[in-house]
């Protein structure tokens, strides 16, 4: 009997793809090194993989790899479909035809809207671990800078999401009847001005959690970690 295994699994799970398959590796990898090398507090730092602790790191996890700005990508470039709007070419196949947002994945990712709020949940820890730095040493030390862009930028990208901006000020045809009035239009007009550099957010603020990572992964091991300023 031969058993369509195509009809079983989404189409990029089966169809050889380096590129995809290189990607599972690299985020296997990361998640394995995070769970085989913790990184303990130390000298008032907190790393901010672990904060608070690395096993809520799926919920953001989630909430990162649903982003609006990386799926572009990774339909794009991983699983090669379906492909720009504009390109002329879709990527369409007799085994895959572009059909709207029924797909599991599409499904999957359109949970974002849910994952924000866990994303925003977080977002005091990586402030506190900032001010934590701080009241330690009872001075500002390079690391407490890193934890800080760290914040901004995880804050930056997380209050710039699409799904925020529907939540601040969607679903709304006239805003001074409605509650909060010109105060909601303009949060409203701020989080656009933000929104528009929602996906180059989204990769800094990426980079900059591996950097302070790895930064206080660094110091931990002997780097040195100048004083800048006594509080
Ligand atoms: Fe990128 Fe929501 S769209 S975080």
Same mark, same amino acid.
């Given at each position: 009997m031969k058993i369509d295994i195509k009809g079983l699994f989404p189409y990029e799970l089966i169809e050889p793809n380096w590129r995809l398959w290189s990607f599972v590796a690299v985020l296997a990898a990361g998640f394995w090194a995070l769970l085989a090398y913790p990184m303990e507090a130390f000298a008032g730092y907190i790393d901010p993989f672990y904060s608070? @602790?690395?096993?809520?790191?799926p919920l953001p996890g989630a909430f990162r790899l649903t982003c609006y700005a990386y799926r572009k990508d990774y339909h794009r470039h991983l699983f090669k479909h379906p492909l720009g709007c504009a390109n002329p070419d879709r990527g369409d196949g007799t085994e895959r035809k572009? @059909?709207?947002?029924?797909?599991a994945v599409f499904q999957l990712e359109n949970f974002h809207r849910y994952f924000l709020y866990a994303g925003i949940a977080i977002l005091p820890f990586f402030y506190f671990d900032f001010y934590q730095s701080l009241a330690y040493s009872g001075t500002l030390r390079l690391g407490s800078i890193v934890l800080l862009a760290n914040a901004l930028l995880l804050s930056g990208w997380t209050l710039s999401c699409h799904a925020f901006r529907h939540i601040v000020g969607?679903?709304?045809?006239c805003y001074s009847c409605a509650f909060g009035g010109g105060l909601r239009k303009s949060v409203y007009d701020k989080q656009s001005w933000l929104n528009k550099h929602h996906e180059a957010l989204a990769w800094i603020s990426l980079l900059t959690i591996v950097f302070a990572d790895l930064f206080l992964r660094g110091v931990a091991a002997g780097f040195p970690d100048p004083t800048l300023l006594r509080l």
């Open positions: 608070p @602790t690395v096993l809520i790191v572009y @059909t709207g947002e029924r797909s969607g679903n709304m045809n």
